[in-house]
């Protein structure tokens, strides 16, 4: 699929809801895919199919278990009802956030995966990186997903590492922050405030600005 198709297939939303700690951020992203119900659970629950398209994980992929990511998160399955959906805490660099994914059927052999990521995100912070922080890296996931189902092939580690580097990598990274720029203003937020944000999100994933540590 064209980077173009790709960022275009996924639906992204900007908003927020009530926890008992306080507001937290939630981005939603989603897309169709031509796949049944029970390959998608497969393709986000089993453990040997999961490094495929996202990242190695390790522990115990049930109700009350506890998961880690290669590098990245780790964290508790707190909610699970297959083939439909599950919930799980996010924890990674000494903070945590709760991700929810669902799958809906929209035909026998086509199934809408939906991720929602909910996070208490410093307002500082939000302002300055906006919902592409973690939307970008979820439109890379959602892109290696789309590979690996097209295909059935295994998305290999290095090869996605320089793509990533690569022009079209970084055409990509900023078509998604572009569309997240979108999806932050349409709930609410000012138009510069936004172009702002992506454009300091999309020198981050391209690799033109280094990480803040505010």
Known sequence: MEITDQ????????GSRVLQAGEARVTIVSQ????????????????ERLPRW?????GELRLGGRYQLEGNAGGVIERCDPPKSFAATWEYGGGMSWIEVRLTPESDDRTRF???????????????YGPGATGVGWDLAFRGLTEHLATGEPVDPAEAAEWSLSEEGRRFAELSSEAWREANVASGTDETEARTAAARTTAFYT??????ES
């Open 7 to 14: 960022i275009a297939a996924v639906r992204r939303t900007v």
């Open 207 to 212: 690799g033109t600005e280094e990480p803040s």
């Open 54 to 58: 996202f990242l190695p994980v390790s």
């Open 32 to 47: 169709s895919y031509d796949s049944t119900l029970d390959d998608l659970w497969d393709a986000c629950t089993n453990p």
């Open 114 to 128: 939906e991720l929602e990521h909910i996070a208490h995100v410093d307002d500082a912070i939000w302002a300055r």
